[in-house]
Structures are given as C-alpha cells and as structure tokens.
C-alpha cells in the first residue's frame, strides 16, 4: 500500500504516443533509485518510489531529504521547496501502486534474472501505453524487452551516480524500441534537466564499455603490483585530468557493480580483454565492496 504522502504533480507534455507525463514510478529506493525519484521530483513530477520493504524505502527517502538539505544550507533552496519537492514523491512496498503511473523506470539490482521478474510483473500491472524503462548500465534492453509484451515501448534509461548532480542520461534503444517510445524518453530526460545521448544495444552501452575495462586495468596494476592505490589514482587524476582516480571511483561506484558489468561484458563479447581481474573478485567474496561496506581499495 502506498504509504500516505501527498503531491502536487507538475506534467511533462510529449508531442507523440504518450501526450503527457504527470508521474512516474521508479523501481528501487537505493542510490540510483533515490536519486531518479529526487530528480524527478524536482522536475514537477509526481513520483511513486517503491521497494521491498519500509526499512529500504526509510533509508532512501531520509537520503534525499540530506540531499537537498545541502541545497538548502547552500541557500540554493529554500525549505519551502525542499518540502515540496519531498511532498511530490510518494513511497510503497506494492508494485502494484505503480500501476497509476504514467512512465516506470526500474532501478533494481544489476542482476538479469531479478530485472527480468521484475518486468514480467510489471508488464502486468501498467496500462498498454506505459512505457517500460531500465536504468541497467549493463544489460542486454533487449533481453529486458523480450519479457515483456511490449518490446516496443521499453528502452534504457542509464542515468549516471549521483543522479541529482551528473547531467547525462544513455538512452539505450533496443531491437524493438520504437521512435516514439525513443523520442518520448529523450523528452522525459531533457524535462529532468539530463543531456540525453542515444546509443544502440550492446554490452556495457557505450558508458561502461570505455569506463569499466579502464577501471579493471587499474586494478590489475594493483594485483601486479605496478603501484599502490593512491598512485595508481594520482597518476590518472594528475596526469589525466580525471576527476577520481580509478581505484577510488571504483570504491564509490561498488566492487561487486563493477564485476556484475565486467562479467556482462565478458560473457556478452567471448573476449578475454574484458576478464574480470582475481583481485577483484577476491575483494567482492571478501564483502569489500566500497564505500557502502567500509571497505574496498581503500577504507572508509
């Protein structure tokens, strides 16, 4: 049931199938999915944020309520529109309640076989028009589609970590996407205040294609012993002009993400340039996956 917080849904207006959007569901309340909600909710949409159970929903709300206190100390907010903001968003553990949204974005777990239950449910409750949306930054939208009965109207929608500062959104067109449903969700990203880049269908998209075999050399240097983690970041934040250094990035992102991609992009090319490093497996059965277990390449 949805739990009982009110809004005032703003809309976006779409030229094509979908004439107008005044909310969307978002399937996860963990960082991506927090953060898609938050976004959202900030563009004027009404926003109905599910997961599993009240204790994830609690942990994803009180994350945007941090976030946009920090807009609001910045004085780049007033505490007026972070409470309407927040009013926007509605929480549930039924996925059933999504079935008054306009559009859904799934932002669950970056595993094909729980993707995948997901859309089967999903493609059952939305109405014919909805169009069905996955944030995987790895895996196959065309596998994801072929679950449903609507290859047509599903695509990818990859926003990047942390959502409410990162500007891009890949759009991942499937075998089946149409232009419409194409069009519909470029539109969607743009009204969310996202640069929308389209790319085609293929392991690791464009994003995690380029990033996450950099991140995996990285490691290796590390399991080789070339240098320790601050140099092997150093090296590429001082001398590349990277932002975060490989090692760290990897910490932020979350090991056992970076292997689920690596995996996807090893199994889905048969290349042994994608092979996962041991180092980082080793730290992801260890339970050192980052920034959110304390540990990784570095500790917290």
Known sequence: MINEISYNSGQVLLGREVDVINSIGVVGAGTMGNGIAQTAARAGLGVVMHDVSDELIARGLSTIERSLQRDVDKQRLTSEDKDGFVSRI?????????????????????????????????????????????????????????????????????????????????????????????????????AMGKTAVEVSDSPGFISNRVLMPMINEAIFALYEGVGSPLAIDQIMKLGMNHPMGPLQLADFIGLDVCLAIMNVLYDGFDDSKYRP????????????????????????
């Open 90 to 190: 509605k929480t549930t553990t039924d996925l059933a309640d999504l079935s008054s949204t306009d559009f859904v974005v799934e932002a669950a777990t970056e595993n094909l076989a729980v993707k995948s239950e997901l859309f089967r449910r999903l493609d059952k409750i939305v109405g014919p028009p909805v169009i069905l949306a996955s944030n995987t930054s790895s895996i196959s939208i065309t596998k994801l589609a072929a679950v449903t009965a609507r290859p047509d109207r599903f695509i990818g929608m990859h926003f990047m970590n942390p959502v409410p500062v990162m500007k891009l959104v890949e759009i991942i067109r499937g075998v089946a996407t149409s232009d419409q449903t194409s069009a519909a969700t470029r539109e969607l990203a743009e």
């Open 277 to 300: 490093c041991p180092l980082l497996k080793k730290y992801v059965d260890a339970g050192w996956l980052g920034r959110k277990s304390g540990r990784g390449f570095y500790q917290y």
